[in-house]
C-alpha cells in the first residue's frame, strides 16, 4: 500500500484515525498499541486492498521481530560474557544472513556464474518491502543493547517500534531512544489538534511532492532510460537532471509524509530529509540526505571501525567502508556499488584536502557538489553499466551537441503534444522544480516547525491535497521501497 493512493488516503487512514483515537477513553494503552500493530502489519501486508499476496510478509516481519527481540533480551540478562558475546553474534548473523538471502542471494550467483562459467540456478526471489530498513533497525538495536547503552523494552512497545506503519517501508530509520518515551506516554494516545493538524499540514505537502512533481518527472526518466541510445547531448542532461529532481521530491515527498503521519499520532520522528541539493560538499549532502541511513551505518560500521580515532590513514578507510556499504545497502547490482564507491572517493579527498576547498566560494561548490551528484544518479538510476555509459558519455564526451529530441521526454500514451509545446514543457518543469530545490529560501521542514493553524495555512493544504489527489490515478511506487 502507498501513501499516495485512494485506498491509503480515504479508506485506511481515515479508519486506523477514527478508531485508535475513538478507543482511547474506553480502553488501555496496550489494547490501543496492539491495535496499531495490527493496523501497521494490514498496511504492511496490504490484507485488505490487494487480498492475500503479500500475507508471507507479514509472516517474514514478525518472525524477524520475535528472533530480534528474544535475542535482545538475551543478551540484556546473560551474565556469562563468552555466552552473551555468542548470542550478539547469532543476533547479527540472523539479520544480516535474511537480509543476504532475500537481497543479494542472486546477485551473488550471478556473479559466480559469470565469473567461473557455473550454472547455478537463479530463484525467483522476490524482495520484501522495507526489509533494509527494518534489519538495519534491528542490528543498530543489537547493538545498543551489547553496548549497554539500551534496554530491552516489553514485546509490544518493542514490535511497535519497528512495524509503526509511517516508518515502515522506507524510513526514517529509527532507534528505540527516539520513539520509546513517545510510546510510553500516556497523554499521546489521545486526539491533539495541534498535533494532528501540523502533521496534516507536512503530509499533504509531502503528498504533492510525490503525487504531482516526482511523478511527472518519472514520466521524462522512464522514456529515456528506456531507449538510451536514442539520447544525445541535451536530452541526456535533461533525463539526468530530470532523475535527480525526481528521486529528489519522491524521498522528500515520503519523508515529509511519514513524519507528518506520525506527528499525527503524537510521535514525533526523526529529520531524514533537509534541503540536500544545496550542499556545499558531498560531506555536507549526506548529512541533508537520509540522514537516519548516515546514523545508523556510524553505528553499524563506522564507530565499531575505530571511526576518527586511530588516525588519517584509517579514518579515510572507516568513511570509504561506510560509503562502499551504503552502496551495497542501496542495491544488489554494480551500478548500486561503483555508485557507493564514488561517494566514498569523493569523501575522503574531501576529508584531505578540507582546508583547500573552504577558501572556494560557496556557490562555485554547492554547483560542483550537485554536478557530481548529478552524475552518480545516473549509475543509480541506470538498470546496467553499459546504460549508464551510454548516458553520461552523451553528457560530457558527446560525438556531437545534438539538441534535438527533447520533446520526446515528454512522450506520453494517452496525450499528444506538438513538438514545440513539448520541449516549453519539459524545460518549464525542471526549471521551477530547479527553483524548488535550489532557490526556495524555506523547504518543508521549516515550514512545518513555523506551522500555525491559520485559514491561509487551510486553503494551501486544501488546494494542494486536491491537486495530488487528481494525480493519484498516474501514482507509483516510491522509489525507497526498492531498497
Known sequence: MVFSTYSFVFIYLPMVLLLYFGMARYVSRRVQQV???????????????????????????????????????????????????????????????????????????????????????????????????????????????????????????????????????????????????????EKNRFFNIDNFSAGLFLFVVGLFKKAVIADTLDNFVFYSYLTPEKLGFATSWLAALSYSFQIFFDFSGYSDMAIGLARMMNINLPLNFYSPYKSVSITEFWKRWHITLGRSLAVLIYYPLGGNRKGLARTCFNLFAVFFVSGIWHGAAWTFIVWGIAHGIVRVFEKLFIKQLEKIPDLIRIFFTFMFVNAAWVLFRSPSFDTALIVLKNMFAPESFSFSGISELAYNTSITYPDSIAVIYVLAILSIVAALAFLYPKNSIDKYNEFEPTVKNAVAIALLFSVSVIHFSRVGSFIYFNF
Open 35 to 185: 491495535f496499531l500493530i495490527v493496523a501497521s502489519l494490514v498496511f504492511y501486508g496490504a490484507l485488505f486492498f490487494q487480498g492475500f499476496n503479500h500475507l508471507w510478509y507479514v509472516w517474514l516481519i514478525m518472525s524477524s521481530v520475535i528472533v530480534n527481540y528474544s535475542v535482545a533480551t538475551g543478551v540484556q540478562n546473560i551474565g556469562k560474557p563468552p555466552l552473551r558475546k555468542v548470542l550478539f553474534i547469532i543476533g547479527v548473523l540472523f539479520n544480516v544472513l535474511l537480509l543476504g538471502y532475500y537481497k543479494y542471494y542472486n546477485f551473488f550467483l550471478e556473479n559466480v556464474n559469470y565469473v567461473f562459467d557455473t550454472q547455478f540456478i537463479i530463484k525467483q526471489i522476490v524482495l520484501p518491502i522495507g526489509i533494509s530498513f527494518f534489519t538495519f533497525q534491528q542490528i543498530a538495536f543489537l547493538i545498543g543493547v551489547w553496548k549497554r547503552e539500551e534496554k530491552v523494552p516489553n514485546f509490544w512497545d518493542y514490535t511497535l517500534f519497528i512495524v509503526f506503519f509511517p516508518q515502515l517501508v522506507a524510513g526514517p530509520i529509527v532507534f528505540l531512544k527516539d520513539v520509546l518515551h513517545q510510546y510510553q506516554d
